[in-house]
Nanobody, 115 residues
Framework: QVQLVESGGGLVEPGDSLSLSCAASRNIFDFNAMGWYRQAPGKQRELVASINVGGKTDYADSVKGRFTISRDNAKNTVALQMNTLKPEDTAIYYC?????????WGPGTQVSVSS
């Protein structure tokens, strides 16, 4: 059993930066991968970024070059640095941890980008 808690969401203007953090209640080396999904109103949940146990990262095309995912193994956290935010980045962002095909989700944190 693991618990994930996200932090760092908020309201920002277009072009601003925001950093999200996901804290896990156990050693993140236990997971095959961790990352972030997001869900905007009226849309399906989509994968934003992931990082596997070896440190390999993957990004949605819409965020490549703007978002960076990283992990801190000592603190059992995964971070998402979001730069040059756009209104279309507005969504609830969910942290996840995966062991094989089993996913655990955090409660989500709201990110709103608006002028």
């Amino acid at each position: 059993q693991v618990q994930l808690v996200e932090s760092g969401g908020g309201l920002v203007e277009p072009g601003d930066s925001l950093s999200l953090s996901c804290a896990a209640s156990r050693n993140i080396f236990d997971f095959n991968a961790m990352g972030w999904y997001r869900q905007a109103p009226g849309k399906q949940r989509e994968l934003v970024a992931s990082i596997n146990v070896g440190g390999k990262t993957d990004y949605a095309d819409s965020v490549k070059g703007r978002f960076t995912i990283s992990r801190d193994n000592a603190k059992n956290t995964v971070a998402l640095q979001m730069n040059t935010l756009k209104p279309e980045d507005t969504a609830i962002y969910y942290c996840y941890a995966r062991i094989l095909q089993s996913y655990t989700w955090g409660p989500g944190t709201q990110v709103s980008v608006s002028s």
